[in-house]
């Protein structure tokens, strides 16, 4: 009898879970194509047609959600077994924490796929701003953070640099000569970076929220009350790029990276500072 090949499961699940085919190609660190060829062995494997077009849409047929819930049960019973025979030591907490710009990046695809590697491991998160959580970092009380790194006294590992856009609502738009509405979020060094960006390029504005936190500022953005600067991978599905502004002005990024507590040397914490290393790998080497 043929056999089911995991990685060709693992995808399937990610095309389900992330919603589409390209979505779950960055998932799994693959091309499109790849995740594209990989769907059409595992039809040839079982026989029967997994998806069916709707547009431009790719949707599950009945064979294929049948597939998708005996897959999760194996991926789970996969996992658990190498978790079982390569991580044995593996167990505790491990407490993280998240720079709010990327708090929906990483729980959607970096710790899904830790969780399944090491399913004997909690983890603890908690999001705030950059310069909080490295203060915890550094004082013990959080065992590793993935933050903004400001300047080059951070004791930071550089992992990644993310592309600063101005977002807006889908479906609202805003006059040139009349002033932005701008939201910020308070002490955050994006907001005065937005502030100085317009004020250079003579671009009048009005700042009309200032957002105790990253998820204020979404709402701002989302509701039409306002256009933030803000981290390419935090626009939603809710929002759309401003691109007048966008276009004119120069293109602003930020260094982000990984910081350990002081003499961290425990495997589990090593084990997620590895992965998530490693899953910034794969996402720049595809993006290159």
């Known amino acids: 009898m043929t056999n089911f090949d995991i990685d060709q499961l693992r995808t399937l699940v990610a095309i389900v879970d992330c919603g589409n085919f390209a979505a779950a190609a960055n998932s799994v660190h693959r091309t499109q194509s790849a995740v594209s060829m990989q769907m059409k062995k595992l039809e040839e494997v079982a026989g029967v047609a997994l998806f069916q077009k709707q547009g431009r ?15 999760r049960q194996m991926l789970i019973l996969n996992d658990e077994a190498m978790a079982h025979f390569h991580s044995p030591e593996m167990n505790g907490m491990v407490k993280l924490g998240v720079c709010d710009d990327y708090v929906n990046l990483v729980f959607r695809r970096i710790l899904t796929g830790f969780s399944e590697r090491y399913p ?32 080059q006294s951070y004791p930071a590992t550089h992992l990644f640099t993310e592309k600063l856009v101005w977002a807006k609502a889908k479906n609202v738009t805003y006059c040139k000569d009349r002033p932005l509405p701008l939201a910020i979020e308070v002490d955050c060094r994006w907001g005065r970076l937005a502030m100085e960006i317009l004020d250079r390029a003579s ?12 998820h204020g500022l979404n709402a701002a953005i989302e509701s039409g009350m306002a256009v933030s600067l803000i981290a390419a991978c935090s626009v939603t599905e809710n929002m759309d790029l401003l691109g007048w502004l966008n276009t004119n002005l120069v293109e602003t990024s930020i260094a982000s990276g990984l910081s350990l507590k002081p003499g961290a040397s425990e495997p589990a914490i090593l084990a997620l500072a590895d992965y998530i290393t490693e899953w910034y790998g794969h996402r720049n080497r595809n993006v290159a």
């Open 57 to 71: 849409r790719h949707v599950l047929t009945s064979h294929g959600m049948t597939l998708v819930s005996y897959a």
């Open 120 to 151: 004997n491991l909690q983890l603890s998160v908690q999001s705030n701003s950059s310069q909080r959580l490295l203060k915890q970092v550094l004082d013990g009380r959080l065992d590793l953070a993935l933050i903004n790194i400001h300047d």
């Open 203 to 214: 671009i009048p504005y009005q700042v009309v929220l200032s957002a105790a936190d990253f």
